[in-house]
């Protein structure tokens, strides 16, 4: 398929795209471009518009649509930390939360405000919020890079955010499995 096709194909993406500029030098130098405020939003687009564009088809009628909104946020310990305990009572960091707007549980809540804009009206899919400390710790248990492990921890909150989750070790493992296909796309790593 040539790239104008491909292009025509992808869903259009409003991406909020934030790093905490007060995190360690050392972890945002080797996050790379994937942790600057410019570069960074446009590499996240980039690879978010892909996943997204990969699992058109197998995406549930609510959850497809032309565009889509989100936001990815690279944080610290702390306030990862801080969103764990408030939003899912379990003390201490995580790796990757996901805050999906779409979730069965907000069927009555009040509609997300968005942007008057001539475009699609973009879906609004949510927020993915990753512990850049947390990713960078892991990755060499995880045979990863940091920049490695953050894309993958960004596929798991994208997952999330359309609906996938892992109660039980088979749903883990088939979530697990949909990631690495994502990240098969040898310019995704």
């Known amino acids: 398929m040539a790239s104008t096709e491909a292009a025509d194909l992808a869903p259009d993406l409003d991406l909020a795209f934030e790093a905490d500029d007060s995190l360690a030098a050392e972890l945002l130098a080797a996050a790379g471009d994937l942790a600057d405020p410019m570069a960074g939003a446009e590499l996240w687009h980039t690879r978010i518009s892909d996943w997204l564009e990969q699992m058109a088809a197998e995406l549930p009628a609510e959850l497809q649509a032309p565009a889509y909104s989100l936001g990815l946020s690279l944080v610290g310990d702390a306030e990862i930390a801080e969103l ?19 979730d069965d549980g907000l069927d009555d809540a009040p509609p997300i405000p968005m942007p008057d804009d001539e475009g699609e009206e973009a879906l609004e899919l949510g927020d993915i919020v990753i512990s850049l400390e947390t990713a960078a710790r892991q990755a060499p248990e995880h045979g990863h890079s940091l920049v490695e492990e953050l894309q993958f921890l960004a596929t798991h909150g994208l997952l999330h955010l359309l609906g996938w989750d892992h109660p039980d070790d088979a749903s883990l493992a088939l979530m697990l499995a949909r990631q690495e296909r994502l990240l098969a796309n040898p310019d995704q790593r």
Do not use: H, I, Y
């Open 84 to 102: 764990n305990g408030d939003w899912r009572g379990k003390s201490g960091p995580t790796d990757v939360l996901a805050f999906a707007a779409q």
